[in-house]
């Protein structure tokens, strides 16, 4: 699996994991409806998206620490990806 499909498998299961709708259009914005997430669950968003990556095969390394959480919540689902692109070995 490519490094793009494989960041965009892992955020769309951490989305139905945390109960949130899949990407309709990918230009929600996570902070705001439908997704609300705020600094401490896209911590954890950004943390589960790391283990899931952790267990993918190949295996990929997700630096989410390097990633600025204001960043993430001010952007769509794309953005966010190419943010986890960014960190992702």
């Known amino acids: 699996m490519s490094k793009a499909a494989a ?14 709708a899949l990407p309709a259009t990918y230009r929600e914005v996570m902070r705001d409806a439908p997704y609300n997430y705020n600094s401490p669950t896209m911590r954890a968003f950004l943390l589960n998206v790391a283990n899931r990556l952790k267990i993918d095969v190949p295996p990929m390394n997700f630096d989410w620490k390097m990633i600025n959480v204001d960043d993430c919540l001010a952007g769509d689902v794309k953005t966010l990806e190419g943010y986890i692109a960014s960190v992702t070995n």
Do not use: C, M
């Open 7 to 20: 960041i965009d498998l892992a955020v769309r299961q951490q989305l139905a994991s945390d109960g949130k």
